[in-house]
């Protein structure tokens, strides 16, 4: 499957964004779908997951209350609203894809899509 991210920019503290994750190639609907972060200098970081059928979510401790993720699977896209947006938020936010577990960690993911960067000033 090929993952394709979007929506990235330049925001305020307090704001808001979407990102978008949309799919090619393979069935959608059969992957566990998650987006990640990096910062500059860290390491890449779980942000929040969603289950093939949508029915479970997961979110990082740092985002929780704050981000909702959810798919369409007949758009073959997955989406991270991002609300109440902080500068520690500030990271290139990836999109991954996982056939047979919920990808909660880097080691568990099996498609990457190329970065969007997500930049919040104070």
């Known amino acids: 499957v090929q993952l394709q991210a979007s929506g990235g920019g330049l925001v305020q503290a307090g704001g808001s964004l979407r990102l978008s994750c949309a799919a090619s190639?393979?069935?959608?609907?059969?992957?566990?779908m998650a987006w990640f972060r990096q910062a500059p200098g860290k390491e890449r970081e779980f942000v929040a997951a969603?289950?093939?059928?949508?029915?479970?979510?997961y979110y990082a401790d740092s985002v929780k209350g704050r981000f909702t993720i959810s798919r369409d699977n007949a758009k073959s896209t997955v989406y991270v609203q991002m609300n109440s947006l902080k500068p520690e938020d500030t990271a290139v936010y990836y999109c991954a894809a996982a056939h047979y577990r919920v990808p909660r960690g880097i080691d568990l993911v099996d498609y990457w899509g190329q970065g969007t960067q997500v930049t919040v000033s104070s």
């Open positions: 969603i289950s093939w059928g949508g029915g479970s979510t």
């Open positions: 190639g393979r069935t959608f609907g059969i992957y566990n």
